[in-house]
């Protein structure tokens, strides 16, 4: 992939880091080896050396998996056990990856983690809905002993505390890497859910979360055929549009909330889909509607938030399903909507990029939250620092 440009230049803030993610989804651990680089007359540049996607244990991803969609933990044991799992299977995810770039690892300023989460309450828990949190696994004081790399960790929590979301984080990145001043353009992130981050021609950027992309459909697509994806919408293709289905799927009241929001599986997961059902649907028609429906929330949110837009840029595992890309196409009639790789980016391993560029900008004491995105009180230095061993 080109260099390109991200920001300021800050020579003390160059060179190699790394940067990991497991989603929504929990499909993978994304690990991105990043250059960055200054010269005194030129921003900084973003270079992507290297990503790969690491699987996860299968014990381990269907604990993930089962949390994530409101499932309790038994115990506090199991938590801090999981904890523990999560960060050494990052770390492990780090020393495969430096080890296939054939870089030593001293070379390595930092790592930036996303760890996984848990749980995301940025409203406040049903519990009395006045403590907002959000919850990342994943310790970060294990991957940098494990590694011996600094490892910056926990980036959405002080967002959170300044009275904003922690969601999402990249749009700061999105508008270096993919901003155009001739047109309004939009960049989509179809993980397990999915997020805007909005670039008009001028004025500020803005981001927020739209609600499922590929969370339900994965999940309910596990269920029904033993596939823990529906690849390039195959499964969806087989069956038929529930129009009944759909409208009660749209009347969710959180699809009208205005931005600053975000969401997660808490919010969207089988039980949520099934309280909506009569239980007579056929399972490949249930697919397709959950389809369109990830594929109309899209596009609605986008008429509502920035009618001008001319272009969206997509990444995300959901760029692989040319499926749901075309039913948004149909949504977005005179858009062109296309994946970020026609303009220099990597669609798989943008958010990895991006916790690498995080871990950068923590180390430099720069704020790595935009207001305008997460309802933040102000710009804030996000994460905390475990050093290395």
């Not at 080890?99 to 996303?114: M, N």
């Not at 927020?208 to 269920?223: E, I, K, M, S």
């Not at 600053?260 to 007579?280: M, Y």
């Amino acid at each position: 992939m080109p260099a390109l440009p991200t920001g300021p230049a800050d020579a003390a803030s160059d060179g190699l880091f790394v940067g990991l993610i497991s989603g929504t989804s929990a499909d993978g651990i994304d690990a991105a080896l990043v250059r960055f680089t200054s010269q005194s007359s030129v921003p900084a540049r973003v270079e992507l050396l290297l990503g790969r996607t690491y699987a996860w244990d299968e014990a381990v991803r269907d604990r993930l998996v089962a949390l994530g969609q409101g499932g309790e933990a038994q115990s506090l044991d199991e938590l801090a056990t999981l904890d523990v799992q999560i960060a050494e299977a990052f770390a492990a995810a780090t020393l495969r990856l430096i080890e296939e770039s054939g870089v030593p690892a001293s070379s390595i300023r930092a790592i930036g983690s996303h760890g996984q989460t848990v749980r995301h309450r940025p409203e406040g828990a049903r519990f009395d809905g006045r403590h907002p949190f959000t919850w990342q696994l994943g310790d970060g004081n294990l991957i940098a002993e494990r590694t011996g790399i600094a490892t910056v960790a926990d980036f959405r929590r002080r967002d959170v505390a300044a009275g904003g979301h922690g969601a999402p984080l990249l749009p700061a990145l999105h508008a270096a890497l993919l901003h155009n001043d001739d047109e309004s353009r939009a960049v989509l992130n179809l993980g397990g859910i999915a997020n805007f981050t909005l670039l008009p021609q001028a004025g500020l950027v803005r981001g927020f979360d739209t609600g499922p992309a590929n969370c339900l459909l994965d999940a309910w697509c596990q269920r029904h055929t033993g596939k823990p994806f529906d690849a390039s919408g195959a499964f969806a293709a087989q069956g038929r549009l529930d129009a009944d289905l759909l409208a009660r799927l749209l009347d969710e009241p959180w699809f009208v909330l205005p931005p600053p929001k975000s969401t997660g599986r808490e919010q969207f997961h089988l039980g949520w889909v099934e309280r909506r059902l009569h239980g007579d649907e056929a399972a490949a028609d249930v697919q397709a509607t959950l389809l369109e429906l990830s594929a109309m929330t899209v596009a609605d949110a986008l008429r509502t938030q920035q009618p001008d837009t001319r272009r969206v840029l997509v990444c995300g595992g959901g760029v692989h399903n040319p499926r749901l890309l075309a039913r948004i196409g149909a949504h977005l009639p005179g858009v062109t909507v296309e994946s970020t790789a026609r303009h220099g980016v990597d669609p798989d391993f943008v958010e990895a990029m991006g916790f690498a560029w995080l871990a950068r900008q923590t180390l430099s004491g720069l704020p790595g939250n935009l207001p305008s995105v997460t309802g933040a009180r102000g710009p804030r230095v996000l994460g905390a620092i475990y050093p290395a061993a």
